[in-house]
């Protein structure tokens, strides 16, 4: 993948995902503007980048008003000339169950992934459409997204939030030659090491060097945040042109294409459907197939 010439925004790039994300993408050529609230870790993210050959500058502020985005994309303009790709990966987490998520619970974890996507998006997308050469938008989303999670009511919503936001997103800015994807990844990181099925085999591999074993980098498609990177540097090039309004999973050895949303059974009643009626015709009918719901359990190495 060359991105030479290209020139890149990863919100939430000071460490984890995201500073993955930037390391792929400067490593394929492009220049990266690295993004954080910790100003410790945009500094060591731009020096990181620097000393592998690459061209870094950094923008320490939380994303989620109209301010921030736009200081992203002045910030890759007047440092780089242009701006033509935008990974939204920032996101914090406000884990509980709904009966005790308060109402800041929830309104953190919109505000930084749902409404920093959009704002980031927004101004990145002005700015592509006047530069008139198209532009790659990716944005991270989770399986929590796709199939909700327990104790996730705010999270799960706003990566699902995202998703959609890629579908729309795609349709309008299509002509402009801007593509946008929802990245959907598992890899080991600070949240998947408190899973127990995880994370004795997660810590053995970071002592030891060695790889993840076949059953989580296949059977749970879990593996480390350079596996998840590969796809987002596919998806900034022009590989990938002609890809778009798709929610795409990877991790470790796994590489996946998330179905849209569709009617799965349908049934007619002349006239329209009452209470009862759906209710004789259910179990046999329309619900005799019902959808699962929340993300599989990992499972247990065998004894």
Known sequence: MDLRGKVAVVTGSGRGLGLAYARALAAAGAAVV???VDRKAVDEAVAALTAEGGRATGVVAAVGDGATAQELVDTAVREFGSLDVLVTNAGILRDRVLWKMTDDDFDDVVRVHLRGTFTCAR????????QGTGGR????SSPA?????????????AKAGIVAMARTWAMELGRAGITVNAVVPVAATEMTRTIPAFAPAIEESERT?????????????LGTVEDVAALVTFLASDASDG?????IGIGGDRLALWSHPKEKAVAFADGGWDAAAIAADWADGVGAEPETYGIPAPQAPEA
């Open 34 to 36: 690295v993004n954080d």
């Open 209 to 221: 060097g060695a790889p993840l074993p076949d059953r989580l980098r296949k059977d749970e498609g």
């Open 145 to 157: 997204g796709q199939r909700g999670n327990f104790g996730q009511t705010n999270y799960a919503a």
């Open 123 to 130: 101004a990145a997308a002005v700015r592509m459409r006047e």
């Open 243 to 247: 890809v778009t309004g798709q929610a």
């Open 137 to 140: 938008l990716v944005l991270i």
